[in-house]
C-alpha cells in the first residue's frame, strides 16, 4: 500500500476557482490573469518564470533533477473579436478559440477597447419575437447570424468609432459562476480556469506538508492553448513526462463522468502514451480514487502542442469531467477533488522510467516494452514459418 498523499485544501480550490472565473482572459488577453497565478505562486514561495507573452513556468525541487516531468494547464478561454462595425451600430464578431455561436447568444459582455470597457449583449440577427415572429426559428446557427449591441448610444458607425470602438477589440463573455449546496460548479470558461484550479490546490497541499517529490517537477500555465500553440514554447528542461491538465466532456458517446477524474488515452492528435497514462492509472488505483478511461474526439490539448514542437516527450491527460463543454459549462467538485489527488499522486511518484534521463541509447536493454514480447507476437492470425514460404517458391 503506497503511503497516503496530502490531501487538497478545497476551500482553496474554490477560492482561486471563483477569483479565476472574474478575470476576463480570452486568447491574447490574459496579462491579468497571468499575475493572478504568478501572485498565488510567490505566497506557495514556488520559483516561477514568464516567457515574454506570459506563460508560466514554475520548479516543484525534487530530490534529484533529471529525468523531470511538467503538467500543464491553461490560463486562456475562449472568447471572440470584433470582426466589423456595421453601418447601424451593432458589431460583426469572429470566434477566438472554437465553439459555437449558438452559446453566444444571448451572452452578457465586455468589449475591451484601447479606451476602456463597454458593456453589451449578443444577440441573433433577429432578436425580437414580436417584430420577426417564427421568422426567428428559421435562422442558421453561425457567427454570421449573431451581432452584438452595445449599451451606449451607438446607432451608427460613426457613433461607434466615436467610443472607441475598433476592429479586433476583445470581447469577454461572462463567466455566470454558481456554486451550488449539491456540489455541482456551473460557469463558462471552467476550461480551463477548475484544471488551474486543482493545480494551484494541488502545489499547496504538497508546499505545506512534509513531502519532497523524487523529481523536478515543472508546472506550467500556458496562454494560447485555446488556438493550438499552448505549451509549444514552454519547455526548456529536460522533461520527459508531461501531463496536460484539461476539460474532460461529459456527453452521450463519451465515458468521463462529473464525480470522477479522466485519463484521456487518445484525442485528435493521437493516442497518448502507453506507460504515462497507465502510470497516471496505476495511481488512482492505489489511492482509491475514482477515474474513468475515455477517447476525445474532436479535441486537442497542450500535450498536442508539445510533441508538434518537436519536444521528445511522454505524454498524457488528465481531464476534470465537464458537461456542456465550450457553452454554459458544470462539474463537479469530486470531480475537481480527485483531479488534485491525482495531479498530487503524480508529482511525488517516481519517474515512469529512470533511464529517460539519457533518451539517447543505442543499447535495447534499457528500452521499454509494452508488453513481453512473446505475449505480443501470439496472434489468432498465425503467420506461416518463413522457411514454409521460401521452401515452397524455391519448388515452385
Known amino acids: 500500500m503506497t503511503a497516503k498523499i496530502p490531501e487538497p485544501d478545497i476551500q482553496y480550490l474554490q477560492k482561486v476557482l471563483l477569483e479565476m472565473l472574474a478575470i476576463p482572459s480570452p486568447t491574447g488577453f490574459t496579462d491579468t490573469i497571468v499575475r493572478y497565478v504568478a501572485e498565488r505562486l510567490e505566497e506557495l514561495g514556488i520559483p ?3 516567457t515574454r507573452r506570459g506563460t508560466i513556468r514554475a520548479t516543484l525541487k525534487g530530490k534529484q533533477n533529471s529525468p523531470d516531468r511538467a503538467v500543464s494547464a491553461h490560463l486562456d478561454t475562449i472568447g471572440a473579436s470584433v470582426r466589423a462595425v456595421q453601418d447601424n451600430g451593432r458589431l460583426s464578431l469572429a470566434p477566438v ?15 475591451f477597447t484601447d479606451n476602456g470597457v463597454i458593456r453589451g ?20 446557427v453561425s457567427w454570421d447570424h449573431v451581432e452584438l449591441r452595445l449599451d451606449a448610444y451607438c446607432a451608427t458607425r460613426a457613433d461607434c468609432e466615436s467610443l472607441g470602438v475598433n476592429i479586433g477589440d476583445y470581447v469577454a463573455f461572462d463567466p455566470l459562476p454558481e456554486f451550488t449546496d449539491s456540489g455541482h460548479i456551473s460557469a463558462r470558461h471552467l476550461d480551463d480556469k477548475a484544471g488551474v484550479a486543482a493545480l494551484l490546490a494541488s502545489l499547496k497541499a504538497i508546499v505545506e506538508s512534509d513531502y519532497e517529490p523524487l523529481i523536478d517537477c515543472h508546472p506550467l500555465f500556458t496562454i494560447t492553448e485555446e488556438t493550438g500553440s499552448g ?20 456527453a452521450p458517446g463519451q465515458h468521463s463522468s462529473e464525480h470522477a477524474v479522466s485519463v484521456a488515452m487518445m484525442d485528435s492528435g493521437g493516442p497518448y502514451d502507453y506507460h504515462l497514462s497507465r502510470h497516471l492509472l496505476r495511481l488512482a488505483d492505489e489511492n482509491e480514487l475514482p477515474v474513468r478511461r475515455d477517447l476525445f474526439r ?15 516527450i511522454r505524454t498524457a491527460l488528465l481531464a476534470f469531467g465537464c458537461d456542456a463543454t465550450h457553452g454554459y459549462e458544470r462539474t463537479h467538485i469530486d ?30 536493454e534499457r528500452f521499454s516494452h ?6 505480443q507476437m501470439e496472434s489468432d492470425t ?3 514459418a518463413v522457411e514454409d514460404v521460401l521452401g515452397q517458391k524455391s519448388s515452385s
Open 97 to 111: 478559440g472554437c465553439w459555437s455561436s449558438r452559446f453566444a447568444e444571448g451572452s452578457r459582455v465586455s468589449v
Open 335 to 364: 470531480s475537481l477533488s480527485a483531479l488534485s489527488r491525482i495531479l498530487t499522486a503524480y508529482m511525488l511518484s517516481p519517474p515512469v522510467f529512470a533511464s529517460d534521463a539519457k533518451p539517447n541509447n543505442s543499447s535495447l
Open 298 to 312: 474532436y479535441y486537442f490539448s497542450d500535450a498536442h502542442s508539445a510533441v508538434t514542437a518537436g519536444h521528445d
Open 382 to 384: 498465425r503467420v506461416p
Open 48 to 50: 516561477f518564470e514568464m
Open 121 to 140: 449583449s449578443v444577440l441573433p440577427l433577429m432578436a425580437s419575437g414580436h417584430a420577426f415572429n417564427t421568422a426567428i426559428d428559421q435562422m442558421p
Open 231 to 250: 505549451a509549444a514554447a514552454a519547455l526548456p528542461w529536460d522533461v520527459s513526462e508531461f501531463v496536460g491538465i484539461d476539460i474532460a466532456p461529459v
Open 370 to 375: 509494452q508488453l513481453e514480447h512473446d505475449a
